[in-house]
């Protein structure tokens, strides 16, 4: 019996792939990440499209690493965070 794999990122934003899945969503051409319960993901999942463009990632410093930020609407303290560092 094989044992199942997900496709996360990594720090350098090269997919491979992982025994474990990921514990955060993200979205390829916008290049925003955010928890998989996330309402905003959900109903552009749920229009159709959007999962094409979907990664995963293990961690939220594998997520900015790979250049990804925060999103707004499920992770707002993080979100204003990077934003905050942005403006610096």
Do not use: N
């Not at 792939?17 to 969503?25: H, R, Y």
């Amino acid at each position: 019996m094989s044992e199942k794999s997900w496709k996360l990122i990594g720090l350098d934003g090269i997919p491979y792939a992982s025994k474990a899945p990921g514990t955060l969503g993200g979205h390829r051409r916008s290049k925003i990440f955010g928890r998989l319960d996330c309402r905003t993901a959900l109903l552009a999942i749920a229009r159709g499209g959007y999962v094409k463009h979907r990664v995963f990632f293990q961690d939220e410093a594998t997520a900015l690493s790979a250049g990804y930020r925060p999103c707004a609407v499920c992770l707002p303290d993080k979100y204003a965070l990077w934003k905050a560092a942005i403006v610096r």
